[in-house]
Structures are given as structure tokens and as C-alpha cells.
T-cell receptor, first 112, second 115 residues
Framework: KAGVTQTPRYLIKTRGQQVTLSCSPI?????VSWYQQTPGQGLQFLFE???????NKGNFPGRFSGRQFSNSRSEMNVSTLELGDSALYLC???????????FGPGTRLTVT | AQKITQTQPGMFVQEKEAVTLDCTYD???????LFWYKQPSSGEMIFLIY??????QNATEGRYSLNFQKARKSANLVISASQLGDSAMYFC????????????FGTGTRLLVSP
């Protein structure tokens, strides 16, 4: 069974631009969560989507948004990028019935 | 509010020895789950083991076991017979059932296994 895939793997953007990251969950997984990992703040929860609905959101500004499609694939968008948005963005998928979450390889975003 | 504390920034262990990575947690919920993840330098988070708050027995997965002491709010990871490939960052995380799939992570412990 294929794991969680994230595209792109690496991205360099300029301050003020916007970016869209994509996550394809494991087949059959309907819950997708996003996390930001930085050296200073560690791993922080961004949001979770289930059946195309956001059902939990972390403490991030409105510049961070996401969505989930009917095939459970998810995208997150960051508008008006700031230097502090440079991070590893990780996506995780899970079954509703199981507690385990499986992570993708991440997208490393660098904002210059 | 949920909180995970990992007090060991770094740990060293020799190959084939056992090592314990500490994790304490704080929550007011009665129903929650505790997780350990491994993050190699490649960045991917690898699920290792899970313990539910109502599970009476400590979880085990191969060389990994979770020493769950509910009264002390601790969930230490024990790795038996360490291997060179175990060198990585290890994160303890918690999920409160009312928070759906939201995980709260600790700051991590970097484990270095020497030959």
C-alpha cells in the first residue's frame, strides 16, 4: 500500500508570495492533518480535515488555509509569505477508526 | 491544556544496549492517546507505538515498548537492543479524543547510537 505523498518536496519562495502544498493520503484514509515544524517552535498542529470539512484548527493566522477534496487529497495554502513561514510542512493521514497517524515525507519551504 | 515534556535533549547509547526516552504529559481529559514517533534526518515522521489511556497493558511493538504510568502521567519509550539505525530524533505526542486527530508534540530527544 502506498504511503502518504506530499508535493513538492522542496520549495523556495519570496516574501509576499503565496504557496500551495499538496498531500495525498494513504488509500482509504479520510482524515488528513497538517503540521508545521520549525527549529524554534517545534511541531505545531495546523488543521485537520475529514470528509472535506475542517474539524480542528491550530493557532495560526488566517494566512494559513486548507481544503480537502472528495478523494481525500488535501491542499494547504499560505498567502503573503513571511520569512518565519520557512519550515518543514508535514501531512498525516489516518483512518477514523484507528489512532495511528501516518506521515508523509514533508515539504520543505524556504522563504527568502 | 495539553502539554508534552521531554526533558532529555540528547541521549547516547551503545549498540545492543537498551535505552529509555522520557516523556511526561499533562491533560485534564480522561480519554487520550500517547504516541512515539521517530524522525530520521530525512524528515519523515515514522510511527513507532501507541498507548491508549484506558489500555491496561503497556504497548509493545517489536523492540519498542511504552512504559505507561498513568498516575505519574509518564509514557516513556524503551528501545531494546539498540541498532545504529535507531539514531534519530524521537518525539512523544498526545491526542485528546475530543481533539479529533490533533497531536501535540514534545520537543524531542536526539538519540545517538554508537558502535
Amino acid at each position: 500500500k502506498a504511503g502518504v505523498t506530499q508535493t513538492p518536496r522542496y520549495l523556495i519562495k519570496t516574501r509576499g508570495q503565496q504557496v500551495t502544498l499538496s498531500c495525498s493520503p494513504i488509500s482509504g484514509h479520510r482524515s488528513v492533518s497538517w503540521y508545521q515544524q520549525t527549529p524554534g517552535q517545534g511541531l505545531q498542529f495546523l488543521f485537520e480535515y475529514f470528509s472535506e470539512t475542517q474539524r480542528n484548527k491550530g493557532n495560526f493566522p488566517g494566512r494559513f488555509s486548507g481544503r480537502q477534496f472528495s478523494n481525500s487529497r488535501s491542499e494547504m495554502n499560505v498567502s503573503t509569505l513571511e520569512l518565519g513561514d520557512s519550515a518543514l510542512y508535514l501531512c498525516a493521514s489516518s483512518l477514523v477508526t484507528d489512532p495511528e497517524q501516518y506521515f508523509g515525507p514533508g515539504t520543505r519551504l524556504t522563504v527568502t | 491544556a495539553q502539554k508534552i515534556t521531554q526533558t532529555q535533549p540528547g541521549m547516547f547509547v551503545q549498540e545492543k544496549e537498551a535505552v529509555t526516552l522520557d516523556c511526561t504529559y499533562d491533560t485534564s481529559d480522561q480519554s487520550y492517546g500517547l504516541f512515539w514517533y521517530k524522525q530520521p534526518s530525512s524528515g519523515e515522521m515514522i510511527f513507532l507505538i501507541y498507548q491508549g489511556s484506558y489500555d491496561e497493558q503497556n504497548a509493545t511493538e517489536g523492540r519498542y515498548s511504552l512504559n505507561f504510568q498513568k498516575a505519574r502521567k509518564s509514557a516513556n519509550l524503551v528501545i531494546s537492543a539498540s541498532q545504529l539505525g535507531d539514531s534519530a530524533m524521537y518525539f512523544c505526542a498526545m491526542r485528546e479524543d475530543e481533539g479529533f486527530q490533533k497531536l501535540v508534540f514534545g520537543t524531542g530527544t536526539r538519540l545517538l547510537v554508537s558502535p
